[in-house]
Each structure stands twice: as structure tokens, then as C-alpha cells.
DNA sequence: CCGACAATACCGCATTTGTATGATTTTTAG
DNA sequence: CTAAAAATCATACAAATGCGGTATTGTCGG
């Protein structure tokens, strides 16, 4: 027989987190190991004692769920977190993700859906909520204005842009690419123009896409 | 009742093609109402007979699914877009998503979980594989050293970082911020040394953490 | 062949920026 | 309270940048 997942649990209320536990330790193929009703408390014995995988509340008192995955993803990668939420509305989302949260789901889950988002979460998926997904997958969505955009730029004009991007300078660009400096000025000035913009960072920030 | 999902299939092989068809339009609660070989045919007509969702092939002859996700998703952005695939392991994922693909599984997933995933697509989710999920959630995850160079600046000197993200000059982050713009330099200045970087470009794109 | 466009290059000017030094005032932490 | 850190401002200079005009060469489609 394979070895049970094993759990942790970060939560401030009392009521919840006993639930939380009983239910994962009452499942086959789980077990409860350790339960924090802080952030604190967890940071400091996690990293001793590493789980699989750690069911993460949000709201906690000080320190929230979201600092204490940051702080502890690095000290131990091999575990999971699942950050636990009443929201799912939030861009506390993608601060979760950044941290180093993998899961998101919400409390009000079904006790088997709990379970199950936890053996895919152990197994190398990625559970979370139907609306939180697709929010993620939106976000990577690119406005047709914004590729339409780069799409005016000549070939070479990328190149120049894409080493801008970089943070080099036009001396360098230029030695980069075995040109005169002020070919380089030009290009970029005719990629202001078709960009509109003004400086090498309103530059870089519409062709990486970002606002 | 409520009303079918309709769906729409681009996938050049025959065989594929055929038994996907009538594995959706066989179900309770789906139409196949159209079926293409091409993405340029799809192009042609799912603009004027927008459907629910799309199952997209992404290796096809010709234009690929994911460039005819792209043109196709901003005129009829109702539609939802499923990509399949027989790679998981692919780049392609990102590009598919920035093309306004909402969902992304495998080909030889089995019937009953496809029908299950235009289902959640249609609504509101965002289906994909697990090893896709966690691609995808791995990749907002900030590397710690990143966040952690940030941690050495001051509140002002983020906000000013903050500023100059966006693409403003000295002047008018002073203006902003009701300061001198040689203050505004000189925290500039500050920041540089702290990140170690040498120009606008380099510290803003450490502060939003990109390399 | 011709016109449009891309790539190359130069000159020049005003402004912005990167760097350095120094100083004063608040805020913060021990 | 006192020392350290942060925020403020000034001055100065050289380099980089943004903006404008002009010109030559090569390529490509009509």
C-alpha cells in the first residue's frame, strides 16, 4: 500500500481548523500531521517537519497565509500549499501564486472535493476553483490591439526593442549589432513613433505586454 | 430544459474529426453544429455563426489553431476556445492562452472527461490538464531572490520605482508626488544602487521581476 | 523601371538622466 | 533620549536620450 499524504493545517478558527483535521485524517490515504492556528507558529516548525502538502488559510492574524507560504516555500519546495479562501473574487490569487502557492481553492468546498483537490495537488496538478482558473487563464490574454501593435515593427526594429527590453543602452545595442549608434537612435525613434510612446520604458512595457 | 452547448471542431484528420463529431452531438445537452478542416475555413464562418465553444486542433496544415484563435476570438469574443493537443509539455500552452484560448487538454483524454470539460467551460471554468495547471500556476511564482532585493527598498523608494514602472519621467514623479525632482533623483539614485542596476529599464524590470 | 519602404548613417539641439558630493530635517528603532 | 535610517533639497557635470531634418543604399512588388 502507498504511504499517506501528509497534511498540515494554518488556521486561525478554532472550529474550522478541527473540522479541516478530523476530515483528512479520517479520509484513506491521508493523515493529519501538524495544525497552526498562526502563520508564526507554522513558519517555525514546518521547515523542520515538511509535509506534503499544507491546507494554507489567508486571513490570519498578523502575519497572513500568503507571507508565510513566501517565507516557507523556499525552506522546504518539496510541499505543496493550498491556499484556503471565502473569497474567489480576489487578486489575492495571483499574490498567492507569486508566493509560491500552487492550489486555491475555497472553504466552502465539499468535504470529497477537499480530498480530491488534494491527492491532484499532491499528484503534480493544480487544483482550484472553476472561477479562480479561469481568471488565471484570462490573464494571460493578450488584447489583439496590443500584438496588432508590435506588428507595424520591422524585424530589425524588434531586435532593437527586444535588447532595449533588456535594459542595454543605444551604445550597446549598437555595438551589439554592428551599427552606428545613431542608426540605432533612428530605429528607435521610428519605433516611438509607431508605438507611440516617448521613453524606452513606455517601449518595453507595450512589447512585453505589460501596462 | 435548457438549451444545448454548441460546439464547433477544427481538426484536419478525418477519423478524429468524425468521431469527435459524433461523440459531442451523440451526448445529452451538446450539438456539434459545425466542423472544419482548416483554421482558414473556420475563420470563414464561425465569425458569422458564432457557436459556444470550440474544440481547436493546434497542429493543423496551414494557419495553425492558435494564430485562428487569435484572429477569431475578438469577433466573437462570446466563444469560448478548447485547444487539443497531444503535447503537454509544450511552450505552446502560453501562446495559446495570450491567443484567447480558455481551456487546454489532451487529445487522448477519455470521452466522458472532454464532454465534462466543454461543460465547465461553457461554464465559467477553465479545464486543462494537471500537468498543465501546474505549469501554468509555476509560472507566476516569484523566485525569492527577486522579492528579496526588493525587501532592501523603502516604502518611498517602491512607490517612486512604482512610478517610474510606468513609464514617467523625474519630473513627473516629482509632480506626483509633490517633491523636488532632485529628491526624486536622488531616491532614484538610491534605488539603482540597492538593486544594482544602471538605468530606468534594468530596476523596472527587477521590480516586476522579469529578466 | 519606379515608388515605397527598410536599413544605414550623420549633424544638431534641448532635455533627461546617471553619478557625485554635501547638507538639513523627519522618522524610526534601540 | 540618542543614534541610525529615511526623506528632503541643492549644485554640478558628463553622458544618454528624445526629437527633428537629411541622405544614401538595397530590396521588393507592381
Chains 1, 2 share one sequence.
Do not use: W
Not at 490591439?145 to 508590435?150: D, G, K, M, V
Amino acid at each position: 500500500m502507498k504511504t499517506s499524504i501528509s497534511v498540515a493545517i494554518v488556521e486561525d478558527k478554532e472550529a474550522i481548523r478541527q473540522s479541516l483535521a478530523i476530515l483528512v485524517d479520517g479520509a484513506d490515504g491521508f493523515v493529519c500531521r501538524l495544525t497552526f492556528e498562526t502563520a508564526e507558529d507554522a513558519l517555525d516548525q514546518l521547515a523542520e517537519e515538511p509535509v506534503d502538502v499544507v491546507l494554507m488559510d489567508i486571513d490570519l492574524p498578523g502575519m497572513n497565509g500568503i507571507e508565510c507560504v513566501r517565507q516557507l516555500k523556499p525552506r522546504c519546495p518539496q510541499t505543496q500549499f493550498m491556499m484556503c479562501t471565502v473569497y474567489d473574487e480576489d487578486e489575492t490569487v495571483f499574490d498567492a501564486l507569486k508566493a509560491g502557492a500552487t492550489a486555491y481553492i475555497l472553504k466552502r468546498s465539499p468535504p470529497h472535493k477537499l480530498l480530491e483537490a488534494i491527492t491532484e495537488l499532491h499528484e503534480g496538478g493544480a487544483p482550484m476553483s472553476s472561477t479562480i482558473a479561469r481568471k488565471i487563464a484570462g490573464s494571460f490574454h493578450v488584447s489583439p490591439t496590443a500584438t496588432q501593435e508590435l506588428d507595424v515593427l520591422t524585424s530589425r526594429e524588434r531586435e532593437i526593442l527586444d535588447r532595449l527590453a533588456k535594459g542595454h543602452s543605444h551604445k550597446e545595442v549598437a555595438n551589439d549589432l554592428f551599427v552606428s549608434p545613431t542608426t540605432v537612435r533612428k530605429h528607435i525613434f521610428n519605433i516611438y513613433e509607431k508605438l507611440q510612446v516617448h521613453s524606452k520604458v513606455e517601449a518595453v512595457n507595450k512589447y512585453l505586454g505589460r501596462k
